[in-house]
């Protein structure tokens, strides 16, 4: 008997090699391992049982009755052990199934403060092997945990937060849509007792993985929870073919939400390509849809430049055949009405007006109506004889295809060669029906990393109706989410709240629209809408010469403003927590500076607002606190604001463990309203 341990700051993840197996010992909270006794001997019996125990192994086999590492068409897998590696920071097990000639591998490795837990099947037999399922992990969880945080979504109304107990059976989330979906990647957080935002223990996983995969917490019946993972697709194996199952993120910490939420945000962060500065975008889309040409696109591009934005994007509606949506998808050539002399010399006015250019694809569709499926109907995803349902009037095309992954390389390659194009805002339109299963996203993922060698100075956007194709997998890929099509700045609070549990806040798209909003109908002032966009990657999805001069500039002001303080929101460490009476607020910053946001959607309950508590600041010392600026509705004379925030706004010192505990003064907030301070050590 041998121990193996893995060790991040916060946790410990413990397996014994046993005779033919690798067990299970702990995963949780960081342990010593020092003099640890065999399983066997910590294990009675139990009534009803096989004579011969079977512990919880990491690939179980006959005699277990919980998930199973691979399910093959229903034999049953006799995994022995051959072979365990080990270093500081990762583990690697081969374990061989002697009657199929199927060999597993399984990886365990400590990243950026967390672990990263994956899967590897191959085939060495002679024949060809059904797979049903490849766990990419199958974890024990530790005693204590009695909540699961998910999120559920739809367009428009992406990571809705569900809180549910522990189940007494099985808890499961799975995708069945051909991609993640509007409630967020394949993953969930789980609570321990009492765990709150900053205290307590939290576990939070991801799948990292673009389509259709399952994620479920089950009890057994000696009383332990577990955890597995993995997609849903089944694969046939030909001999000497091996899959690479999605690897799972997995953060553990006793710090509550916020500490197993930095852990998520740093594995992220390691996965995602060089991120340069966060230019401030402007988008045309909701500015004029489908109805632009070249004279009406630059005259955005100046009002733009005008109020300060960097990067221009030119939305849906540019290519052949594109004056609404139902027809040109494929046909990726600038469209020869709208744009007679192409892209280049649109592209070149805009860059010279200070403007990086960015453009607006969707390569995975394609329209009946388009020259494409015309030459090529069989492209599309399709069950011979059976109905092919469109969505927003377009199809899918089958990326599993090599001809069809080549023709997209080259139009986009053509494009990028040609055009000074730096972003690509890379669309997703619709559910598949049928789904592509596991060569579909493996196409996609092929396509990007080969645009990104061509082209590795080009940034791309993962956007599918909104949220729909947020996860770790892509983000590998690319470096921005479009978080929602939703601008509503009510809505938005919660769904950027929701979209960072999984993912830092340098990466997700938040705009500043018009009012009243293009989702929901409703008004909203443009200090609320900047403020809540505040939190994100910042830009603006409106034409800013339609406002009154009064509201340009403000905007101009907003965009300056988060010039001046994204050094602070990107890239740093990011807490979050809720106040009394309604208000959420979150923090970012590198521990001795932060930008903190305090955020009111709906209208105060209590006639004065109680200090602000923000334990993050615990045993820092003295903090400098300086009310930034307030956005949103504005009290008027009758809420009496204290003449203590005359100090406050030229900044005032605090003890900071006044601060954590007893918490900081705030100014009278209204519905609808941010108020934005500077903490400083």
């Known amino acids: 008997m041998s121990i193996i341990a893995l060790h991040s700051a916060e946790a410990s993840l413990v397996l014994e090699h046993g005779r033919d197996a690798l067990l299970w010992r702990h995963l949780g909270l960081r342990v010593a391992t020092d003099g640890l006794p065999a399983l ?125 107990a522990m189940p007494e059976q099985q808890w499961r989330r799975e995708g069945r849509r051909g991609l993640p979906g509007h409630g967020g990647p394949p993953g969930l957080y789980l609570l321990g007792e009492g765990a709150g935002w900053d205290q307590g223990l939290a576990l939070a996983a991801q799948l990292a993985w673009s389509g259709d995969a399952a994620i479920a917490v089950e009890r057994d019946d000696e009383g332990r929870h577990l955890l597995s993972a993995g997609i849903t697709d089944a694969i046939t194996l030909q001999p000497g073919e091996r899959f690479d199952a999605p690897p799972l993120l997995l953060a553990i910490s006793g710090r509550g939400r916020n500490g197993a939420m930095a852990q998520m945000h740093a594995m992220v962060r390691a996965r995602l390509p060089a991120l340069g500065p966060r230019p401030v975008h402007l988008n045309s889309w909701e500015a004029c849809y489908f109805r632009h040409d070249t004279a009406r696109i630059l005259e955005l591009a100046r009002a733009a430049a005008d109020v300060g934005a960097e990067r221009f994007i030119l939305d849906d509606g540019w290519f052949k055949g594109r004056n609404d949506d139902t027809s040109g998808l494929g046909d990726w050539t600038p469209d020869p009405i709208k744009y007679p002399d192409g892209l280049t010399p649109l592209a070149e006015a805009v860059t010279a007006m200070g403007l990086q250019f960015g453009l607006w694809v969707e390569p995975e569709m394609v329209n009946p109506d388009s020259d494409l499926y015309r030459t090529r109907p069989d492209w599309a995803l399709h069950i011979p004889g059976s109905p092919q349902p469109t969505a927003r009037n377009q199809l899918v095309l089958n990326l599993s295809l090599l001809p069809v992954e080549d023709y997209l390389f080259d139009a986009l390659d053509q494009l990028l060669r040609e055009v000074p194009i730096s972003y690509l805002k890379w669309d997703h339109n619709r559910d598949l029906a049928p789904a592509g299963g596991v060569g579909q996203v493996q196409g996609l993922y092929r396509l990007l990393a080969r645009l990104r060698a061509a082209h590795p100075d080009v940034e791309i956007e993962s956007c599918a109706g909104g949220g729909g194709r947020c996860d770790a997998g892509i983000a590998a890929f690319t470096q921005r989410f479009w978080t929602s099509d939703n601008l509503d700045p009510e809505s938005r609070v919660a769904i950027q709240r929701g979209f960072q549990a999984f993912f830092p806040p340098e990466v997700m798209g938040a705009h500043a629209g018009a009012s009243p909003a293009h989702a929901t109908g409703r008004r909203h002032t443009l200090g609320f809408r900047a403020g809540v966009a505040m939190a994100g990657h910042f830009g603006v999805e409106m034409d800013p010469a339609k406002l009154p001069d009064a509201e340009r500039e403000e905007l101009a002001r907003w965009i300056a403003f988060h010039k001046q303080w994204r050094h602070l929101l990107h890239g740093q460490t990011l807490v979050m927590g809720e106040g009394s009476d309604g208000l959420v607020w979150q923090a970012s910053g590198n521990g001795r500076e932060w930008l903190l946001l305090v955020t009111r959607t709906s209208p105060p309950q209590d006639r004065r607002p109680q200090p602000l508590a923000l334990p993050f600041l615990a045993g820092v010392g003295a903090i400098t606190a300086t009310l930034l600026a307030r956005a949103g509705t504005t009290p008027h004379k009758g809420f009496g604001e204290p003449a203590f925030l005359s100090d406050l706004s030229d900044g005032v010192t605090f003890p900071a463990d006044w601060l954590a505990h007893a918490g900081l003064p705030l100014p009278p907030l209204l519905a609808q309203s941010v108020a934005i301070f500077h903490l400083k050590a």
Do not use: K, M, Y
Request: proline share 6%; glycine share 10%; with cysteine.
């Open 40 to 164: 066997a001997t910590t294990r009675g019996a139990a009534t009803f049982s096989l004579d011969d125990d079977v512990p919880f192994a990491t690939a179980p086999g006959l005699g277990w009755f919980g998930p199973l590492a691979v399910s093959a068409r229903g034999r049953v897998l006799r995994w022995v052990v051959e072979d365990v590696a080990q270093t500081a920071d990762a583990v690697r097990v081969t374990l061989a199934d002697a009657d199929t000639g199927l060999r597993l591998e399984q990886a365990f490795r400590v990243v950026s403060g967390g672990f990263e837990i994956a899967a590897s099947l191959g085939n060495d037999g002679p024949v060809p092997q059904p797979i049903d399922h490849i766990a990419s992990a199958l974890l024990p969880l530790p005693a204590g945990l009695d909540r699961i945080l998910s999120w559920r979504g739809r367009h428009a109304a992406e990571f809705v937060e569900c809180v549910e």
